[in-house]
């Protein structure tokens, strides 16, 4: 049924037909009304972009652009209009610019909104612009503090989440499918060019462990290992039909880019292994380059993600936005993350008070402290997601009892001259707190492997993943009363309150030559009327209904000047009534 006893065959009860479908996640449903409404309604905008917001939903991104497309012509002052079509352009490739133009429209129009805002910062955290997008996202929660999306957007462009095409710059005109098929083929060449030179070399070391050295130190096992290699290359290489953008999108991209680079160093070394050798010493160099080139790379990784961005100020705004479910799967990676930094921080600590002084492990106190900082801010909500991963309530307390366990054994070094035995209760810290730092590491590597295997998101940040918009640009537009409209086609005073280098002005105008069905006003108006508009188009106009003469009306919007038609075109955003006083406001 449509809202307010609109006939639900009628364009109008189709319409909020639509919204509700839209509402219930059922797209189908409101396409079907949608295509109703615009059949009995074509000049509607509203009915467009409800088409348009559902056949983005049903994945029809072209359909949905064109939808949103003729919404924009038949309102272009809505901002509305102009979010519904920024947010439909950014999926399609090479209308990037285009946009962020019509985004940037809407928050001109509606200043005072938090939806264009975060759009904008959505466009901006998509191409790595974390700087950018906090600015906007903090603008939307200016206007909004319960705007979810900007709350959780906010926390990953805090912790420099990269998204998940980071090779790939929204902005380019380059299909991205396109793009994706070169990463695939170049992570694909730097893991088949480590696994078969590492597996190679280890054959080539087990020779040297358990039966005689060959006489010949190029043997058959590397020759068929470099050939492959050879034969691989080839063939990914010909996947690759973008070469002259791979360079850009390495430098995007800078685990992709590091992947293929120490690829290549892996390769280089098994080639100059093979002259090498197997009982020159040389060749142990070059085959641990070899062999631990992967897993060096992986805890490069892990380690230096860890220690990027501000976590425990991002746990803060996704605790916040808890209820929403990217901002609790988001909290719990970012726990993650903070324990992996608390982690290395710790065991940087006690390698120092085992290498220097033991009483340097009085600062893992600060691995507690960290932690308590993290409950503060995550409240309620880090709770609930160390219930939900016991994983991670069992690495949050292994490593809590390392740190205490490094504090027990430099308290225990600094009492040895005064206490008897504590020599030796120092020496059992010291194994209990490594046992601990070592589980904290097994835990991490079985959680990792338990979400690789089930496809499940695991505990680093490319499990991060962002809010999406959900009905962005799908609100009812403003509506004009018959009273209203009675006031401003038949005024011929009609005042036009507006924006001039000098300061608020006030200046009469024409009078209203027509209302369309989405309730734009078009009015004949001056020079100035126009200049101001093109300053400022945010605008009032203000109207005494001739026939009730205590009855007037005001209408705040958007004003876009016309050349074609020669007339100013006014889309509401807020309308207000009322009466003049005078001694009828006695009775």
Same mark, same amino acid.
């Given at each position: 049924m449509g809202s307010d006893g609109e006939d639900p065959d009628s364009a109008a009860g189709l319409r909020a037909v639509a919204l509700a479908h839209l509402s219930a996640d059922r797209p189908e449903a409101a396409l079907t009304a949608a295509r109703r409404a615009v059949t009995l309604d074509p000049a509607h905008e509203w009915a467009h972009r409800l088409a348009s917001l559902a056949l983005e939903r049903l994945g029809n991104d072209a359909e949905a652009v064109r939808e949103a497309e003729e919404a924009a012509r038949l309102a272009p002052g809505s901002w509305h209009a102009r979010l519904r079509l920024g947010v439909a $352009?950014?999926?399609v490739p090479g209308r990037w610019r285009e946009a962020a133009d019509s985004i940037a429209a809407a928050a001109r129009f509606a200043p005072e909104e938090p939806e264009p805002h975060a759009m904008a910062g959505d466009l901006a955290l998509l191409r790595g612009e974390h700087r950018r997008?906090?600015?906007a996202y903090l603008a939307a929660l200016r206007r909004n503090g319960e705007h979810t999306l900007a709350r959780v957007n906010y926390g990953l462009a805090l912790l420099r989440w990269d998204p998940p095409r980071a090779h790939h710059d929204p902005a380019w005109s380059i299909d991205p499918r396109e793009t994706g098929r070169a990463? *695939?083929? $170049?992570? +694909?060449?730097?893991r088949q060019a480590r696994l078969l030179p590492a597996v190679a070399t280890a054959v080539s070391g087990a020779l040297v462990v358990t039966g005689p050295v060959p006489d010949v130190p190029l043997g058959l096992a590397g020759v068929i290992a470099l050939v492959l290699v050879g034969a691989l290359t +080839?063939?990914?290489?010909? *996947? /690759?039909r973008i070469w002259?953008? /791979?360079p850009v999108m390495l430098g995007r991209d800078r685990w992709l880019g590091l992947s293929v680079a120490t690829a290549g160093i892996a390769v280089v070394a098994y080639t100059a292994s093979l002259l090498v050798p197997l009982t020159d010493p040389l060749w142990a160099g070059l085959a641990g380059i070899v062999l631990l080139n992967a897993p060096a790379l992986a805890a490069l990784r892990v380690l230096s993600e860890a220690w990027r961005g501000r976590p425990v100020l991002a746990l803060a705004q996704l605790s916040t936005a808890y209820g929403e479910r990217a901002a609790r799967r988001d909290l719990g990676v970012t726990l993650w993350i903070v324990l992996v930094r608390a982690w290395s921080a710790l065991a940087a600590l006690a390698a120092t008070a085992v290498v220097a002084h033991p009483a340097a492990g009085l600062a893992a106190l600060v691995v507690p402290y960290l932690l308590v900082r993290v409950r503060d801010r995550g409240a309620l909500a880090g709770l609930g997601a160390l219930r939900a991963d016991r994983w991670l309530a069992a690495a949050v307390a292994l490593a809590l009892t390392a740190a205490l366990a490094c504090v027990a054994a430099a308290v225990a070094s600094l009492m040895t001259a005064f206490v008897r035995g504590a020599?030796? +209760?120092?020496?059992?810290?010291?194994?209990v707190a490594l046992a601990a730092l070592a589980a904290v590491a097994v835990v991490f590597v079985l959680r990792a492997l338990r979400a690789w295997w089930r496809g499940a998101p695991g505990p680093w940040r490319t499990s991060l993943i962002m809010a999406e918009p959900v009905m962005e640009g799908a609100r009812e537009p403003v509506t004009l009363t018959p009273e209203v $409209?009675?006031? =401003?086609? =038949?005024?011929?005073? /009609?005042v036009l309150a507006c924006a001039d280098a000098r300061g608020p002005r006030a200046l009469a105008?024409?009078? /209203?030559?027509s209302v369309t069905p989405s309730g734009e006003l078009r009015l004949i108006a001056g020079a100035e009327a126009w200049e101001a508009a093109e300053r400022d188009p945010r605008v009032a106009l203000f109207a005494a209904d001739p026939l009730h003469r205590r009855f007037w009306a005001e209408v705040r919007g958007v004003a876009l000047p016309d050349p074609e038609t020669d007339v100013l075109r006014v889309t509401p955003k807020q309308v207000l009534v009322g009466e003049f006083p005078g001694r009828h406001q006695r009775r």
């Amino acid at each position: 049924m449509g809202s307010d006893g609109e006939d639900p065959d009628s364009a109008a009860g189709l319409r909020a037909v639509a919204l509700a479908h839209l509402s219930a996640d059922r797209p189908e449903a409101a396409l079907t009304a949608a295509r109703r409404a615009v059949t009995l309604d074509p000049a509607h905008e509203w009915a467009h972009r409800l088409a348009s917001l559902a056949l983005e939903r049903l994945g029809n991104d072209a359909e949905a652009v064109r939808e949103a497309e003729e919404a924009a012509r038949l309102a272009p002052g809505s901002w509305h209009a102009r979010l519904r079509l920024g947010v439909a $352009l950014r999926r399609v490739p090479g209308r990037w610019r285009e946009a962020a133009d019509s985004i940037a429209a809407a928050a001109r129009f509606a200043p005072e909104e938090p939806e264009p805002h975060a759009m904008a910062g959505d466009l901006a955290l998509l191409r790595g612009e974390h700087r950018r997008a906090e600015a906007a996202y903090l603008a939307a929660l200016r206007r909004n503090g319960e705007h979810t999306l900007a709350r959780v957007n906010y926390g990953l462009a805090l912790l420099r989440w990269d998204p998940p095409r980071a090779h790939h710059d929204p902005a380019w005109s380059i299909d991205p499918r396109e793009t994706g098929r070169a990463r *695939r083929a $170049l992570e +694909v060449w730097s893991r088949q060019a480590r696994l078969l030179p590492a597996v190679a070399t280890a054959v080539s070391g087990a020779l040297v462990v358990t039966g005689p050295v060959p006489d010949v130190p190029l043997g058959l096992a590397g020759v068929i290992a470099l050939v492959l290699v050879g034969a691989l290359t +080839v063939r990914q290489a010909r *996947r /690759v039909r973008i070469w002259s953008t /791979v360079p850009v999108m390495l430098g995007r991209d800078r685990w992709l880019g590091l992947s293929v680079a120490t690829a290549g160093i892996a390769v280089v070394a098994y080639t100059a292994s093979l002259l090498v050798p197997l009982t020159d010493p040389l060749w142990a160099g070059l085959a641990g380059i070899v062999l631990l080139n992967a897993p060096a790379l992986a805890a490069l990784r892990v380690l230096s993600e860890a220690w990027r961005g501000r976590p425990v100020l991002a746990l803060a705004q996704l605790s916040t936005a808890y209820g929403e479910r990217a901002a609790r799967r988001d909290l719990g990676v970012t726990l993650w993350i903070v324990l992996v930094r608390a982690w290395s921080a710790l065991a940087a600590l006690a390698a120092t008070a085992v290498v220097a002084h033991p009483a340097a492990g009085l600062a893992a106190l600060v691995v507690p402290y960290l932690l308590v900082r993290v409950r503060d801010r995550g409240a309620l909500a880090g709770l609930g997601a160390l219930r939900a991963d016991r994983w991670l309530a069992a690495a949050v307390a292994l490593a809590l009892t390392a740190a205490l366990a490094c504090v027990a054994a430099a308290v225990a070094s600094l009492m040895t001259a005064f206490v008897r035995g504590a020599e030796q +209760v120092g020496t059992w810290a010291w194994r209990v707190a490594l046992a601990a730092l070592a589980a904290v590491a097994v835990v991490f590597v079985l959680r990792a492997l338990r979400a690789w295997w089930r496809g499940a998101p695991g505990p680093w940040r490319t499990s991060l993943i962002m809010a999406e918009p959900v009905m962005e640009g799908a609100r009812e537009p403003v509506t004009l009363t018959p009273e209203v $409209l009675r006031a =401003f086609t =038949f005024s011929r005073e /009609v005042v036009l309150a507006c924006a001039d280098a000098r300061g608020p002005r006030a200046l009469a105008v024409g009078a /209203v030559t027509s209302v369309t069905p989405s309730g734009e006003l078009r009015l004949i108006a001056g020079a100035e009327a126009w200049e101001a508009a093109e300053r400022d188009p945010r605008v009032a106009l203000f109207a005494a209904d001739p026939l009730h003469r205590r009855f007037w009306a005001e209408v705040r919007g958007v004003a876009l000047p016309d050349p074609e038609t020669d007339v100013l075109r006014v889309t509401p955003k807020q309308v207000l009534v009322g009466e003049f006083p005078g001694r009828h406001q006695r009775r």
